[in-house]
């Protein structure tokens, strides 16, 4: 699981209840230290007073401890009113994803006062993002040890993941797109201007030049096809298929090394089965699997809308890039979602049934001789969230959807699972009609939240159905 680095800023305000503010950041670091995968880092009582943000100097030295530590996000509580120039200034001078939250009442005082009128303080503080135009999210009121502060805190920490992994980021494209699919073009300017990446171009003839040139004991290709072997049934290889895959995974997987790259859109008909003999497709699940995400036909969004839910799931899941097809025949609400045989070994329903075999559409095309290495099975059921992030005219958005994987008795080619929704008619439409592709990521587990998040502060808008 990838750990994700919050500072944590417990707000105070001269005069109100400075004990009661002691109490309750303890009280909070106990609770956030608790959450999976969260690192905390926050100012101690050695460093600023009782460890309060109050002012300009409390607030200098938590920036300066943010910035060393490095974090990924900031959590911004009122433990009373709240001050709201240091916890502002804290959000705006780190620039990385900031979360609000205000503190519960405790009972009034003896003489009838508040001890800390959090809310106040905390709108405060959101008034004041809101003004420098800092992107915020606001959790809500509670005390630290509700379950509901603590799923906000683990859902935050999981945008904070995909934000950090994905602006800047680096993204193969490796060979042309195929030439009738419009679909994969990417607007290179747009990423640059949005996210600051760099797209990576790669040309086939020098990848297989690169593959070719691995002989067979290399240990990255012996590797490969160890793996390969143990698991899946290769019995239906073609002699050399299993070999030339696993070449072709080493080159590219010492491509993304060289170039710090974190994912990479694929030319995969029909210039490789031509020119280098096999399909791409199990290549494709293998990068996937190992982390660095594969997307087919050349779609280097598609990759990055990999990249976010991988890095969303604190990589503790691996993706599959899908076509949206066909309605179910007989079932309502579901849907076939389906590639041609590039799914991870990791999510087959039954590990035993993963087959490396020819592929099925490209055989048609260029001959079942020259279309091996495609990885069928049918995936895990489950629940699963699916995305797919489009740019028109510059500007980015994302679809959010969630569903469950049915299991089945079907026997299909490809990588492929029966997705059951809400509502399929109003997915369809919303698809059709918002623009989106006929390529998208599935990744199992609910994940709509927190990629919600990851929109909200990379400045992507969401269609969520």
Request: charged share 20%; with cysteine.
């Amino acid at each position: 699981m990838r750990n994700v680095r919050l500072g944590f800023v417990p707000a105070h305000r001269y005069p109100f209840d400075e004990p009661w503010a002691i109490t309750l950041r303890e009280r909070c670091i106990r609770a956030l230290e608790g959450v999976p995968a969260v690192e905390l880092v926050y100012p101690s009582t050695d460093l600023i007073l009782n460890g309060l943000v109050r002012d300009d100097a409390t607030a200098e030295a938590t920036i300066a401890l943010f910035r060393e530590q490095q974090v990924e996000g900031v959590v911004i509580g009122t433990m009373t009113f709240g001050d709201e120039v240091s916890a502002v200034s804290v959000a705006e001078a780190l620039g990385v994803p900031v979360l609000v939250f205000g503190t519960k009442e405790p009972p009034f005082t003896t003489d009838g006062k508040r001890h800390s009128d959090s809310f106040c303080g905390t709108l405060s503080v959101t008034s004041g993002l809101y003004r420098h135009k800092i992107p915020y999210q606001f959790a809500g009121i509670f005390f630290p040890e509700e379950e509901a502060f603590l799923a906000s805190i683990a859902d935050f920490a999981r945008s904070c993941a995909a934000v950090e992994s994905f602006m800047g980021t680096r993204v193969g494209m490796v060979g042309l797109r195929p030439e009738r699919f419009e679909t994969c073009i990417t607007n290179e300017v747009a990423l640059i201007n949005a996210f600051g990446q760099r797209v990576v171009p790669l040309n086939l003839t020098d990848l297989f030049a690169q593959a070719n040139a691995l002989p067979e004991s290399d240990p990255a290709v012996q590797a490969a096809m160890n793996v390969m072997q143990a698991e899946s049934n290769c019995s239906s290889c073609r002699p050399g298929a299993l070999l030339k895959a696993a070449r072709l995974e080493a080159a590219l997987t010492a491509f993304a090394k060289r170039k710090s790259l974190s994912g990479m859109g694929i030319s995969c008909w029909n210039d490789i089965q031509e020119q280098y003999g096999i399909c791409a497709c199990t290549t494709v699940a293998r990068l996937t699997q190992n982390g660095i995400m594969a997307a087919c036909e050349v779609d280097v969004l598609g990759a990055l809308t990999m990249l976010v839910q991988y890095q969303a799931a604190l990589t503790e899941q691996v993706p599959h890039f899908i076509d949206w097809t066909i309605q179910h025949q007989e079932l309502d609400n579901v849907f076939l979602a389906w590639h041609c045989g590039n799914a991870s070994a990791c999510l087959a329903a039954d590990p035993a049934q993963v087959t490396l075999r020819d592929q099925a559409i490209m055989s048609e095309v260029v001959g079942a001789e020259r279309a091996g290495m495609a990885q069928e099975f049918q995936l895990a059921p489950g629940r699963v969230t699916l995305c797919r992030l489009v740019e028109y005219d510059g500007l980015f958005k994302m679809l959010v959807t969630t569903g469950e994987i049915l299991p089945s008795n079907d026997d299909l080619r490809g990588s492929w699972a029966w997705v059951r929704v809400d509502d399929l008619a109003v997915l369809y439409r919303t698809l059709a009609e918002e623009g989106f592709t006929h390529h998208a990521s599935m990744i199992h587990g609910d994940l709509a939240d927190p990629i919600t998040g990851f929109c909200h502060f990379a400045g992507i808008e969401v269609v969520r159905v």
